[in-house]
């Protein structure tokens, strides 16, 4: 069973550090492209950071650019997400997801090409808050 599991979460100052990571136990986050999306109560998800598969370049949406820097440890089969310069904004339930046939957008999104082989985390949540 393709199970992706986050973790890492949890409340920090404006300002502050937090590393969230994904992790999969069934196959290679290596092989295919992986992102991190969030979402905030009331709010649309939104794609957050992409790395695509084997060559690992990263894009990311304009709202992160510059604060946020996505990577992958192969050994560990997993995916951090590394955000600095927390706003409270920033504050939402945040999830990695992969598509086997899927790729990366120019802003940080993973588009799902629809095949069903699209697989999802839970999230871990992330409070920014004084």
């Known amino acids: 069973q393709v199970q992706l599991v986050e973790s890492g979460g949890g409340v920090v100052q404006p300002g502050g550090s937090l590393r969230v990571s994904c992790t999969a136990s069934?196959?290679?986050?290596?092989?295919?492209?992986v992102g991190w999306f969030r979402q905030a109560p009331g709010k649309e998800r939104e794609g957050v950071a992409c790395?695509?598969?084997?060559?690992?370049?990263?894009t990311y949406a304009d709202s992160v650019q510059g604060r946020f820097t996505i990577s992958r440890d192969k050994a560990k089969n997993t995916v951090y997400l590394e955000m600095k310069g927390l706003k409270p904004e920033d504050t939402a339930n945040y999830h990695c997801?992969?598509?086997?046939?899927?790729?990366?957008?120019?802003?940080?999104?993973?588009?799902?090409?629809?095949?069903?082989?699209?697989?999802w985390g839970k999230g871990t949540l992330v409070i920014v808050s004084s």
């Open positions: 997801a992969t598509d086997f046939f899927g790729y990366c957008s120019k802003n940080g999104s993973l588009i799902v090409e629809g095949y069903g082989q699209d697989y």
């Open positions: 069934t196959f290679s986050l290596y092989d295919y492209p």
């Open positions: 790395v695509k598969s084997r060559e690992g370049s990263t």
